[in-house]
C-alpha cells in the first residue's frame, strides 16, 4: 500500500521556520516529480513547491519564492520543505504529493498524504 506521510508541522511565530518532510512508502517515488501544497480554512488547495526528479528543477508559488526551499532524498524516498520567514498567511494544513498527472502546479497528483498542520502566531 503506498503511503506518504507528513511530519513537522506545529506552532510557530511569525518570522519563524519549520521543516516539513513527507515519506514516502509503498514504492519509490524516485522517478517521479514530488509537490507541496497547502490548504487553508474555506480556500482551495493551492501549489506550493515542486521539484523534479533529479532535483535539476524546483518550482514555487510566488508567496513563498524566496522563503521556503524544497528539496528531496531519493535514497529515503523522503521530499523536505525548509519554511523560513513564516507569516501569517502561511497557516495552513501542509499536503505532499507524488506523481503529477497534469503538470507539477496542479493539485492533480496521482498520491497524496494526510496533510500537516502550520500555524503562525503573530
Known amino acids: 500500500q503506498v503511503q506518504l506521510a507528513e511530519s513537522g508541522g506545529g506552532v510557530v511565530q511569525a518570522g519563524g521556520s519549520l521543516r516539513l518532510s513527507c515519506a514516502a512508502s509503498?514504492?519509490?517515488?524516485?522517478?517521479?516529480?514530488r509537490g507541496w501544497f497547502r490548504q487553508a480554512p474555506g480556500k482551495e488547495r493551492e501549489f506550493v513547491a515542486a521539484?523534479?526528479?533529479?532535483?535539476?528543477?524546483?518550482y514555487y508559488a510566488d508567496s513563498v519564492k524566496g522563503r521556503f526551499t524544497i528539496a528531496r532524498d531519493n535514497a529515503k524516498n523522503t521530499v523536505y520543505l525548509q519554511m523560513n520567514s513564516l507569516k501569517p498567511e502561511d497557516a495552513a494544513v501542509y499536503y505532499c504529493?507524488?506523481?503529477?498527472?497534469?503538470?507539477?502546479?496542479?493539485?492533480?497528483?496521482?498520491?497524496w498524504g494526510q496533510g500537516t498542520q502550520v500555524t503562525v502566531s503573530s
Open positions: 521539484i523534479s526528479v533529479s532535483s535539476g528543477h524546483t
Open positions: 509503498g514504492r519509490t517515488f524516485s522517478g517521479y516529480a
Open positions: 504529493a507524488a506523481d503529477p498527472l497534469n503538470g507539477v502546479t496542479a493539485p492533480t497528483y496521482r498520491y
